[in-house]
């Protein structure tokens, strides 16, 4: 899925600040981030070590992807509680699944993860799930568990409305409601959201070197992050700012417009809270701070679970194709109506 809204890594465990650098006892602590997403095609975890140990520099040791991840022989599993099977995950190199680690304190290669693919473990909403990391010699799993949250439905514009277009005007508010499928049943709401939109458009080099041919290009703008509410109201010139900022103007490249998708993405309350805790740059391919928060049996970390929901094809109201061939903030992009 593009749009991984949400985040890990380890960190604030243990600070790599020189002040810190010799840690005085040896002993592991793990770090797990994962969040389920029934709408996604495959799962992914990752599962790291704090490395604490005597006489030697978190720095270094951090550097060292022996010990920043478990050897081969430890396992990670998940749990439907409410069958007891359990669906084992293998263990991948996220760099080589498009998942590539920021530069920064931690190694950046390999960047293990752990994977299952959606179509072989089956998610259901409101049932529970059951993370096990099983390390060898350790006397006890590492666990957490959480619910599978709903999908949601789209009310304004209408996701049963086949003509609804999308309007942006300036100075005007541009009106986003949802609401989740079942409504109110305990564990299956969620309690976060991020609203994002992928405006598509194609586009044409005309000048003496250029093809000629129209080309698809998209961009993404988050409109709204980690809000509480099931509705959202958009300056309508956020759109044109948006646009103008992320594309060159040159009166050699033509472009039109084609459509808009609004994907609506939610968290479940675990992962309301770990956010709430600590604003931090964390994921799968993050090198940054991990808030002081956990739902883990031992160790750090966050196992929770999104959804997604999106409405996509949404045209443009010939008004706000006027705006954007006429107006003043994007008449130099060259749209055509």
Known sequence: MKHIVLLLVLGSILSCSNDFDVIEETRDVPIVYGLLNQADTAQYIRVERAFVEANTSALILAQDPERLYYPETATVAIKRLSTGDVFPLTRVDGNMEGFVREEGVFAQSPNFLYK??????????????????????????????????????????SSTNSAAALSFLQREETFIRWSSEIFEVNNRIAEIYDVVLDFHFRERDMSAGGSGVFERKELSLTIANNINETDFELDGSVFYTFLKDNLVENPS?????????????????SLKEFLRIGEANVGLTSSQDFPPFTNLSEGRGLFGSINRSSLD?????????????????????????
Request: hydrophobic fraction near 40%; proline fraction near 4%.
């Open 116 to 157: 299952i693919l959606t179509q072989d473990i089956p998610l259901v909403i409101g049932e529970m799930y059951e993370f096990q990391l099983n390390r060898e010699g350790a006397d006890s799993l590492v666990t957490a568990t959480t619910e599978i949250v709903e999908g949601f439905r789209l009310i304004s514009p």
């Open 253 to 269: 490249i033509d472009r039109r417009f084609d459509f808009v998708d609004i994907n609506i993405i939610g968290g479940n309350e």
């Open 313 to 337: 094809g949404l045209p443009i109201t010939g008004e706000t194709k006027d705006s954007l061939a006429n107006g003043i903030i994007t008449r130099a992009l060259n749209f055509d109506i």
